[in-house]
């Protein structure tokens, strides 16, 4: 396959950390995973003033972190998939951070992304707001937490998440509709989706699996 680095995307409750592993374990592929464990979280939630700042700083740098360690370990000597894209980080600031937050994040942001390695090709979940919520609450129920954010919240993010992607060009970009399948429950939905990748070239694909 001519595409060494993959980064998976999309909103809370599009699928991406699963779909990563079981891209990865098909592919023999290393697999990369967000650290998602942010002390500020709670409270950014509940709405402290300062926490979205803070819980926005605290992501950024372990995300830069760990894709630091990515490219001075080597990783890339064989294929590897991430369930994130750096340039996700964006989308959250932008929708979280007032100006004057802006101001500060975006010059950390600009000196950090410089050490980014880019990947190869972004596999993007596209689904409809209505689909992402019945989804996070399907997830709350079968964890311990039970927790899914507010509904205009989830739509903000995924609105946010459509208009970037759609001016996105920084690599390759394969957008999935996924509101009819399940990419997970389905070995053939994932085995027509590697097809789709491998005959990939630049630019970008609009793809609706088979269901």
Same mark, same amino acid.
């Given at each position: 396959m001519s595409f060494q680095y993959i980064a998976v995307e999309g909103? @809370?409750?599009?699928?991406?950390?699963? =779909?990563? $592993?079981?891209l990865a374990a098909r592919l023999d592929a290393a697999l990369v995973v967000e650290e998602t464990e942010n002390p500020? #979280?709670?409270?950014?939630?509940g709405g402290r003033p300062g926490a979205a700042l803070q819980a926005q %700083?605290?992501? %950024? =740098? *372990?995300?830069?972190?760990?894709?630091?360690?990515l490219r001075q370990g080597d990783l890339f000597a064989q294929a590897t998939i991430a369930d994130y894209l750096f340039d996700k980080d964006? &989308?959250?600031?932008? %929708?979280? #951070?007032?100006? *004057?937050? #802006?101001? &500060?994040?975006? /010059?950390?942001y600009d000196l950090l992304a410089r050490d980014v390695p880019a990947p190869d090709l972004v596999i993007y =979940?596209?689904?409809p707001t209505d689909v992402i919520l019945r989804r996070l609450r399907e997830q709350a129920k079968a964890s311990d937490e039970g927790f899914t954010p507010e509904d205009a919240y989830v739509r903000e993010l995924n609105?946010?998440?459509?208009?970037f992607f759609f001016h996105y060009t920084a690599t390759p970009l394969l957008v999935v509709e996924t509101s009819h399948v399940d990419l997970l429950a389905s070995d053939a939905a994932v085995?027509?989706? %590697? /097809? $789709?990748? /491998?005959? @990939?070239? /630049?630019?970008?694909?609009?793809?609706?699996?088979?269901?």
């Amino acid at each position: 396959m001519s595409f060494q680095y993959i980064a998976v995307e999309g909103p @809370m409750g599009a699928g991406k950390t699963p =779909l990563a $592993q079981k891209l990865a374990a098909r592919l023999d592929a290393a697999l990369v995973v967000e650290e998602t464990e942010n002390p500020f #979280l709670a409270d950014f939630y509940g709405g402290r003033p300062g926490a979205a700042l803070q819980a926005q %700083l605290f992501y %950024l =740098l *372990n995300r830069h972190r760990q894709q630091l360690s990515l490219r001075q370990g080597d990783l890339f000597a064989q294929a590897t998939i991430a369930d994130y894209l750096f340039d996700k980080d964006k &989308i959250f600031a932008y %929708l979280n #951070l007032d100006d *004057n937050e #802006l101001f &500060i994040y975006q /010059r950390l942001y600009d000196l950090l992304a410089r050490d980014v390695p880019a990947p190869d090709l972004v596999i993007y =979940l596209q689904a409809p707001t209505d689909v992402i919520l019945r989804r996070l609450r399907e997830q709350a129920k079968a964890s311990d937490e039970g927790f899914t954010p507010e509904d205009a919240y989830v739509r903000e993010l995924n609105e946010a998440y459509q208009h970037f992607f759609f001016h996105y060009t920084a690599t390759p970009l394969l957008v999935v509709e996924t509101s009819h399948v399940d990419l997970l429950a389905s070995d053939a939905a994932v085995d027509d989706l %590697l /097809r $789709q990748v /491998r005959s @990939m070239n /630049r630019g970008t694909r609009y793809y609706v699996p088979r269901t």
